[in-house]
């Protein structure tokens, strides 16, 4: 072969199995934090609902996303054929859903998967999500408090976010879709320019804020709501400011990025997800955080929509979400979508840790806010992992349409960040997914 | 749009002002639910949990619209009432709560995001940013290119203060950028860095003396020359490396061959048709893809450096000639720079792409800088590199390796480190000389005070130039220097919400009491009108005529206004107002169908600067803003004009080009961004095209689709691949409602179907650009619109556009560049002043600059 291997398309030198890493820093952290295990927790979503061909139990079973049967016995459909060499740490999850939303038009599924909130009677007043909450105390010992990831980037508008996360006084949290970024921030070389802000970083960002009050005081009353955010956004940095100055002198964890495709785009739907997915372990493994979550999609025109192309197909994912008869296609589609995730979790439980897998000390719930189409109804959900935490699995748990979703997060925030009383609209909490 | 039953009920349902009449509910809606819903939605039944009869008609405060919206989908696509339902509604009585309902929706949304007629403080959008930095540094960098992406408002733009969110990662990002732009030119050394330069001689590829280094798994006897394919020679050429532990550049020529005359190197466009006359066909195989549309070899130059200066200026000189293929064919030099970021994995990005036509040897050069190339390796032991090869395409025609163009290359230059002064411009406009230069806390006063003024686009008072001194004689002791101090302390400046944000604070504020509109002052209306026609900040002379308070005068605004857009910045204007008015980021959110069209994707980028340049030209030239619809010229370049089929086209970048009728090309919609953009990525997509030139043209969007409503089906399978076009739209819009609202959209855009889904001319029966025919059906354009006008192809409705639609089409500009200069949506108070400008255009012959000039005199503009 004569064509230079230099140029080859990048995307066709994808990563082998793992990436190299090492982490020379832990034993120095370890002296003054104490051993209690770690708890984490990931959160994903993909857009625009799941194949559910009615009655025929083969069609089902070929094209169907919801388990055949209940409890132990259940008969996993062909699309999860990827996550079920796992099958004793995964549970699969149907009926749930979050009542306030229950009724609504579709394509609003990103915004308040993880919130619970009523916008419908509010637009984009948003309340905070589940992996917030437990950021409050699951990250107070890591460089970041979250990682907040999406394929479509930043926060778009309300009704179509592309960010899971909000914050607690329910701002969305700009989701970041750039892998060298990404890698970037959690793994980069720390430069000159970095260690040289360090000695100034409080005294900037305190005279940032104080002047920033100063302008906000000559302001009108809509100028005033505007400004209101940028106030919040410097405080928070202030108010992390302390943590990163600690941190930015911490060494990072070196991870070789030569096997990691960090230029690939949403263009090339397999070798993205397949970064991001590995950039989500990474952080996870190398406790740079431990909360995170990843929208793969955004339900909105655009590249994530041309996602089917990395099976082949031609349709948008919208156009196959569509499908009323042969779901063949969209099957095959969702079945990707499955393989990217399942790959995620069997990665998360190839890596030891003292007491286990990284899989067992992570939580990872997946999901969808719309099951058939459109129908914002009886959630697609996969929870995996979290033995640690007090989670068994091997079951499909079905519910009825009427119990909030928010009752799991409750479950959720009791296991992972202590007494929990409520989350949201719930009602009580779910406990068949407890030992 | 003036409907009295859907604006009398609008006024039932929404507290909007200046609409009158009450209980519209009560004689549209009610009745309509009462009649067909309430049975089973209501207090006997509750059929879904839904109870229509309590639903709180209030959209603007109540707790229901997204209710309603449901209610007028489910309606709107004939879901409901339910086909065994025993009374169904006419259609008339359908639509007309259809119609009610969505207008009410459209009011309502209004309502939601009235800002009152005023502008809001807002953050400058990343390009601002990046504009802004660039201009107050005089350093044009990629600064923000790793800011979060942003959203858009409604009707496109990024400006909009209401969509311009700050995050603490926003933060982050803007200290980051801030320290590390003001440390590339603070920090720099006193002494001018020593240039890195290589000279290349690449006809020393073919002579046999240097033993060729080889690469990958030859055995020792392989790596003998080989004179005649010329692949892989890596050759040392003249250098000079600053330090001597650096490994020694060299260059490499791939499937090259000697130029006539031996003193240079030839490099063939890709691809010949066959093997004839190509001494490297050994090396390829005929059909074979790398996957981006390029086959077999691909001849090209290459010198790699090690250890480069990569965050610097480049000069690159080059010496070369065309040898130019059969039918006028000529070679395309594309130059990247580029590195290695793993054994197999190198990252690069394009500085240059010239068409070369004179057969004589003529010297090229030109300037980058390093840092807005991925041009530093990530090791000592990889290099960075220079690559060049013939970026001809071929299209359709069949050439042979001898029939194609080739560039003679005779000899390349590279320096690094290319500076003219030192210590750079940047740093002295921020350490300048001065007389207190020696009293450092006399000096840090002056030096801050002076760039804190430009940053924040306004004088400044002692008191904010007492915070940063405070700030900086805090640090002063913490850090390692005095320009380090200044660093941190201007790093605080450019985190400032007074530099971030552009905000045109109160006189005097009283709490809870809405202020009063008032005119701009000064240096508020030079940033108003910068950002506007720049997307930067103001320059020396705007902030000159500020302090002076003569700016606001309008003989003054009108002659900057002018001056403005002679200004090579008001390119600003044409780029930002043209993607976000044409969306032309659709053209990346879409995929060219490799099955239909031999296409490569990064040509989409000429697409999106066609328009740009389109609309830049329009504004350079003060052209009638008729010209956005039709125009007698085109702006082309070789590579655009070789898509469009329109021969003759030369030189290298985008220039005005006169066409003929049989090019079929004039005016923004006959270019490739609106016309793919609007596609499938395979086949036209009318409905698309339609609404975009409803909703950018003639701002009327209709109103978006029920969601339930899934895209016109892909002509896959066999039923659907032998209905025409016109049958695939009625099969799509079956239901009635559907029908009525697409009689609106669709034949707007089978006006276009002469241009297939890349936007290139096709007629007849069948597309000849396509690879494959999935559409046997004769190409028809013709039409006829909602309101009965009949259209025979697209200059048919250009010309409809302009004679009767034309006050509509000069709304539509005037609205869109209004809301675009204002940084918000336009409300009902904005009406008198449209109405005006309106009328100014008209009476000068609709010229683009007096429409800007209007809109810049207009009260709206004029005051907070």
């Known amino acids: ?435 | 749009m003036t409907n009295s039953i859907s604006t009398s009920l609008l006024a039932f349902l929404v507290s909007i002002p200046a609409v009158a009449s009450a209980g519209s509910y009560e004689t549209v809606l009610r009745p309509f639910l009462a009649k067909y819903c309430v049975s089973c939605h209501g207090p006997n039944k509750q059929k879904a949990d839904l109870r229509l009869d309590r639903l709180d008609p209030d959209l603007v405060n109540g707790s229901d619209a997204d209710m309603w919206q449901e209610v007028l989908d489910l309606i709107n696509i004939s879901e409901m009432p339910p086909k065994d339902a025993k009374s169904q509604p006419k259609r008339s009585e359908r639509q007309a709560i259809v119609d009610a309902l969505t207008l009410s929706f459209r009011q309502a949304m209004k309502a939601r995001r009235s800002t009152g007629g005023r502008n809001v403080i807002r953050r400058l959008t990343a390009y601002e940013y990046n504009n802004t930095l660039r201009d107050l540094l005089g350093l044009d960098l990629q600064y923000a290119v790793d800011l979060p992406p942003e959203s858009s408002a409604k009707e496109g733009f990024k400006n909009n203060s209401s969509v311009l969110g700050t995050s603490a990662l926003h933060i982050e990002y803007f200290e980051r950028i801030a320290r590390s732009a003001l440390e590339r030119i603070i920090l720099a050394p006193t002494k001018q860095p020593t240039p890195y330069f290589v000279r290349v001689e690449p006809e020393l590829a073919f002579k046999p003396e240097p033993a060729p280094v080889t690469t990958g798994k030859q055995t020792k006897k392989q790596r003998k020359p080989k004179r005649r394919s010329g692949f892989g020679y890596d050759i040392k050429g003249d250098h000079f490396v600053p330090d001597k532990n650096v490994k020694t550049p060299l260059f490499r020529i791939d499937h090259g061959e000697p130029s006539a005359n031996g003193d240079g190197v030839l490099l063939a466009g890709n691809r010949p048709s066959d093997k004839v006359g190509d001494p490297f066909a050994v090396d390829r195989k005929i059909g074979g893809s790398q996957g981006d549309g390029r086959s077999g070899y691909q001849p090209e130059f290459r010198i790699e450096m090690y250890e480069v200066p990569h965050d610097a200026p480049v000069l690159v000189r080059i010496q070369l000639s065309a040898v130019p293929g059969k039918d006028d064919a000529y070679p395309r030099i594309s130059f990247e720079l580029g590195s290695f970021r793993g054994a197999n994995v190198s990252d690069q990005k394009e500085a240059a792409n010239i068409e070369i036509r004179s057969t004589e040897p003529a010297v090229y050069e030109f300037v980058v800088h390093g840092a807005n190339f991925p041009f530093q390796s990530n090791k000592p032991s990889r290099p960075s590199y220079f690559r060049i090869f013939n970026d001809y395409r071929r299209g359709t025609s069949q050439l042979t390796y001898k029939e194609l163009p080739k560039l003679n290359i005779d000899w390349v230059e590279i320096k690094c480190n290319h500076y003219d002064t030192w210590p750079s411009p940047q740093k002295n406009a921020i350490l300048f000389a001065s007389k207190s230069r020696n009293d450092e806390s006399a000096y840090a006063r002056e030096v801050i005070a002076r760039f804190m003024a430009r940053a924040y686009r306004r004088p400044v008072s002692d008191a904010e130039v007492d915070r940063k001194i405070a700030l900086f004689q805090k640090l002063r002791t913490q850090e390692a220097s005095f320009e380090a101090t200044v660093i941190s302390t201007l790093t605080a400046v450019l985190c400032s919400s007074n530099f971030l944000l552009i905000s045109e604070p109160e006189e005097t504020v009283v709490a809870n009491v809405a202020t009063e509109p008032r005119r701009l002052n000064d240096y508020e209306l030079a940033s108003r009108l910068s950002y506007f026609l720049w997307s930067s900040m103001p320059d020396e002379t705007l902030f000159k005529l500020a302090a002076r308070e003569q700016l606001h005068n309008s003989d003054v605004l009108l002659t900057q206004v002018k001056r403005m857009i002679a200004d090579p910045k008001s390119e600003g204007f044409s780029r930002n107002f043209a993607a976000q008015w044409l969306d032309l980021a659709g053209i990346h959110r879409l995929a060219v169908n490799p099955e239909y069209f031999d296409f490569k994707e990064k040509d989409k980028v000429l697409f999106e600067q066609e328009s740009i340049q389109f609309v830049h030209q329009v504004l350079n030239s003060n052209l009638s803003i008729d010209t956005f619809i039709d125009s007698d010229f085109a702006m082309l370049n070789p590579a655009l004009a070789k898509h469009y089929r329109i021969s003759g086209i030369g030189g290298g970048s985008f220039q005005q080009h006169t066409i003929n009728k049989e090019h079929h090309r004039g005016g923004l919609m006959t270019q490739a961004s609106m016309l793919f953009g609007n596609s499938t990525g395979s086949e036209t997509h009318p409905i698309k095209r339609g609404v975009w030139v409803l909703e950018r043209m003639l701002d009327d969007p209709p109103a978006p689709p029920p969601p339930n409503v899934p895209d016109l089906p892909e002509p896959e399978g066999k039923d659907l691949a032998n209905l025409s076009l016109k049958e695939r739209l009625v099969e799509h819009a079956q239901v009635e409602s559907c029908r009525d609202c697409h009689a609106k959209i669709d034949p707007w855009g089978v006006a276009f179907e002469n241009y297939n889904a890349l936007g290139q001319w096709r007629e007849g029966v069948s597309d000849p650009l396509v690879h494959r025919a999935h559409q046997a059906v004769n190409i028809d354009p013709s039409t006829q619109l909602k309101s009965g006008k009949r259209i025979q192809n697209l200059d048919d409705l250009k010309k409809y556009i302009l004679t009767e639609k034309k006050p509509q089409f000069r709304t539509a500009v005037v609205r869109k560049v209004m809301a675009y200069s204002l940084g918000r949506y336009l409300e009902f108070s904005d009406r008198s002043a449209i109405d005006t400008i309106c009328e100014s255009v008209e009476h000068e012959n609709e010229s683009f600059h007096t429409l800007i000039e209007q809109i810049v005199l207009s009260e709206p503009f004029l005051t907070k």
Not at chain 1, 58 to 87: C, Q, T
Not at chain 1, 240 to 247: D, G, I, M
Not at chain 1, 259 to 285: H, I, K, N, W
Not at chain 1, 333 to 339: D, G, K, S, V, W
């Open chain 1, 1 to 435: 072969m004569n064509q230079k291997s230099w140029h080859l398309n990048r995307r066709t030198v994808l990563k082998s199995a793992g990436v190299s890493l090492a982490l020379p820093w832990l034993e120095c952290m370890a002296t003054d934090k104490k051993a209690a295990p770690k708890k984490r927790f990931f959160a994903g979503y993909f857009a625009y609902g799941v194949p559910m061909p009615e009655d025929d139990a083969l069609d089902r079973l070929n094209h169907g996303w919801f388990p055949l049967g209940e409890g132990k016995n259940y008969k996993a459909p062909v699309m999860h054929d990827s996550i079920m060499p796992l099958r004793d740490k995964v549970t699969f999850l149907s009926g749930l859903s979050h009542p306030a939303m229950r009724g609504t038009s579709a394509h609003k599924g990103a915004d308040y998967f993880l919130t619970g909130a009523n916008i419908l009677k509010t637009y984009d007043k948003q309340s905070i999500s589940i992996d917030q909450y437990l950021a409050r105390s699951l990250s107070k010992d890591t460089r970041f408090k979250s990682l907040v990831m999406s394929s479509f980037g930043g926060v778009n508008r309300p009704y179509r976010s592309s960010t899971l996360s909000f914050d607690r006084t329910g701002r969305p949290i700009p989701a970041q879709n750039n892998p060298a970024e990404i890698f970037r921030r959690m793994f980069g070389e720390v430069t000159n320019s970095e260690k040289n802000s360090l000695a100034s970083r409080g005294s900037i960002i305190d005279e940032v804020l104080n002047e920033a009050n100063a302008l906000n005081r000559r302001l009108g009353k809509t100028d005033k709501a505007k400004m209101d955010e940028f106030l919040t956004s410097v405080r928070e940095v202030e108010r992390l400011t302390e943590r990163s100055v600690q941190w930015q002198s911490t060494p990072k964890p070196k991870v070789d990025p030569s096997d990691l495709e960090l230029s690939a785009d949403p263009t090339s739907p397999r070798e993205y997800l397949t970064v991001m997915y590995e950039l989500l372990a990474l952080a996870l493994q190398t406790d740079t955080t431990r909360v995170a979550t990843f929208q793969t999609a955004c339900e909105e025109a655009g590249l994530t929509d041309r996602f089917p192309s990395a099976v082949g197909l031609a349709n948008s994912s919208h156009n196959l979400s569509h499908e009323k008869k042969n779901y063949a296609k969209v099957a095959a589609y969702i079945a990707f979508l499955n393989e990217m995730h399942a790959d995620f979790i069997k990665r998360l439980d190839s890596v030891q840790e003292q007491n286990g897998t990284l899989l067992d000390n992570t939580l990872c719930f997946y999901g969808c806010a719309t099951s058939k189409t459109h129908k914002a109804i009886n959630y697609p959900i996969i929870l995996s992992g979290g033995k640690n935490m007090g989670f068994q699995h091997g079951s499909h748990l079905h519910y009825s349409d009427n119990i909030p979703l928010s009752n799991l997060f409750v479950t959720i925030g009791n296991q992972l960040a202590g007494p929990t009383a409520r989350f949201s609209d719930s009602t009580a909490d779910i406990t068949e997914v407890l030992t």
